[in-house]
């Protein structure tokens, strides 16, 4: 019911930035909760930072704070994942998730395609 497709993945060297868009389609957006996962090859797949619906709430994983920013401008339907000074170990596909915003604890029912970013020199 919830239609995301990420962008703005690519090649960057390490301490460059890259900023990632996932666009919403199919439900109310600013009823949803919007989170930004990880995996690297061979890895766990991972929560690297989460929106709430007004953009009052965020939390980033402890391997990005103070570089990572989670945005979501609700007009446009689109979540945002500012990325600065990435590090190689950055290295993953990234996928945008949704989840209706009272479910606090619950998982991801909603997922994009998700859109590969390499940092390497």
């Known amino acids: 019911q919830v239609q995301l497709v990420e962008s703005g993945g690519g090649l960057v060297q390490p301490g460059g930035s890259l900023r990632l868009s996932c666009a919403a389609s199919?439900?109310?957006?600013?009823?949803?909760?919007m989170g930004w996962f990880r995996q690297a090859p061979g890895k766990e797949r991972e929560l690297v930072a989460a929106?709430?619906?007004?953009?009052?709430?965020?939390n980033y994983a402890d391997s990005v704070k103070g570089r990572f920013t989670i945005s979501r401008d609700n007009a446009k339907n689109t979540v945002y994942l500012q990325m600065n000074s990435l590090k190689p170990e950055d290295t993953a596909v990234y996928y945008c998730?949704?989840?209706?915003?009272?479910?606090?604890?619950?998982?991801?029912?909603?997922w994009g395609q998700g859109t590969q970013v390499t940092v390497s020199s």
């Open positions: 199919g439900r109310t957006f600013s009823d949803y909760t």
């Open positions: 929106i709430k619906w007004n953009g009052a709430n965020t």
């Open positions: 998730a949704a989840k209706y915003y009272t479910n606090s604890a619950g998982t991801y029912p909603y």
